[in-house]
């Protein structure tokens, strides 16, 4: 028996239904999701939509960078390089191995008084802490104080993993290049008296490093013995469990040790090294006049030609010396401003244009 084909009986792509069958189609579902019928918003971009919009970016903007800028430029900071690379520098004689240790001295001057508490930092340059294979170059766990991982260091600590067939307590490339130089301040009287800056050395680590991230070995005994079986990193000249006297700031826990171990992302940094507290609000914290920083020189940098430097800097509320943000405000707000002047400009000429010409039609 023969059938009338009709195209349009032809389910969509597929083959005819066979007769008494059930239809079956691909067509969507009749709904306003699927058949792509629900209201949407779509901005009209019109100019009296956008100039205001480039006029308020400005206008907020701009007073918030020049209030960054200020408080920026009013941040007290100096900056002392001790590389000794000039052979005029009183650090020149670091340079040679042979002299061990070596101790250099260097005066300067604060042309104005530093109030509120003070920070020292020490800063490193052409230093990539942000290698790969330098920033993987550690164990967690061991840092954790997990017994375990004390005495089977991580792979990843290789090279810096055992030494002697002894376990490396801190394992890895961090720690083992961990900053050793000594810096005190001593400030100059009115006999020529030095008088030693009182110095701060806990509290520069974060809070979560020194009481989460970091920990020594759990027991009762004496931390020598809790760290029984290790041996101190190569560049190590003593072990970890003899980094402070103050129990509280030795092995893992030496806030020293873990301000090194957060790796800076860029290859010119600072670290933390010191507080110096305000004791007197009649005084200011650091007076104007002549200071001299003592150095004990233990870290080489002049092999990859990097330099080392100590800065002493205030803070404001929001941080320390950055007039990089002030700028960025200021040019973002000014450029914005001017892009709204220039558009005002191009739209009234255009529309008065516009105007004219439909009424000399």
Same mark, same amino acid.
């Given at each position: ?5 009709? +195209? @349009? ?6 083959? !005819? ?14 709904? +306003? ?47 002392? =390089? ?12 670091? #340079? ?19 109030? &509120? ?28 104080? =997990? ?11 290789? !090279? ?8 490396? +307590? ?18 100059? &009287? ?7 800056? !009182? ?10 490093? @020194? ?17 029984? &079986?290790?041996? @101190? ?14 129990? =509280? ?6 806030? =020293? ?21 305000? @004791? ?44 990089? #943000?002030? /700028? +960025? ?5 000014? /450029?914005?401003? #001017? ?19 439909? /009424?000399?039609?």
């Amino acid at each position: 028996m023969a059938m009338n084909y009709n +195209a @349009k009986d032809e389910v969509d792509g597929g083959p !005819p239904c066979p007769p008494g069958g059930t239809a079956k189609t691909r067509r969507p579902d009749n709904t +306003a999701f699927k058949q792509q019928r629900l209201p949407a918003w779509q901005p009209i971009l019109t100019a009296g939509t956008v100039l205001p919009t480039f006029f308020i970016i400005g206008l907020i903007f701009i007073p918030i960078g020049i209030g960054i800028f200020v408080t920026s430029n009013n941040i007290r900071e100096i900056e002392i =390089d001790y590389t000794g690379t000039d052979p005029s520098s009183p650090c020149y004689k670091c #340079l040679s191995p042979n002299v061990t240790p070596c101790i250099c001295t260097i005066n300067f001057t604060l042309e104005q008084s530093f109030e &509120g508490n003070v920070f020292m930092y020490y800063g490193l340059s052409n230093f990539y802490q942000n290698h790969r294979r330098y920033v993987k170059s550690r164990d967690d766990g061991q840092l954790n104080g =997990d017994p375990t991982a004390l005495l089977n260091p991580s792979k990843e600590c290789e !090279p810096y993993g055992r030494n002697e067939d002894k376990p490396i +307590a801190p394992c890895g490339a961090i720690a083992n290049s961990m900053f050793n130089d000594t810096l005190e301040l001593f400030q100059v &009287g009115n006999a020529s008296d030095l008088m030693p800056v !009182p110095l701060k050395k806990k509290g520069i680590a974060w809070w979560t490093d @020194k009481n989460v991230k970091f920990r020594n070995p759990p027991g009762t005994d004496p931390l020598e013995e809790r760290f029984k &079986g290790t041996t @101190k990193p190569v560049n190590w000249v003593k072990p970890v469990y003899m980094l402070d006297s103050d129990e =509280d700031n030795n092995g893992f826990i030496n806030e =020293d040790f873990i301000v090194w171990m957060r790796t800076a992302a860029l290859p010119t940094f600072r670290k933390l090294y010191r507080l110096i507290e305000r @004791k007197n609000d009649l005084h200011p914290t650091l007076p104007a006049g002549r200071y001299y920083l003592n150095i004990t020189y233990n870290y080489p940098v002049h092999s990859f030609d990097g330099r080392k430097r100590m800065i002493l800097s205030t803070i404001s509320w929001m941080g320390g010396k950055n007039p990089f #943000l002030g /700028i +960025a405000y200021i040019t973002i707000g000014s /450029i914005s401003f #001017l892009l709204g002047v220039v558009l005002l400009v191009i739209n009234h000429k255009y529309r008065n244009s516009s105007n004219t010409a439909d /009424i000399t039609i």
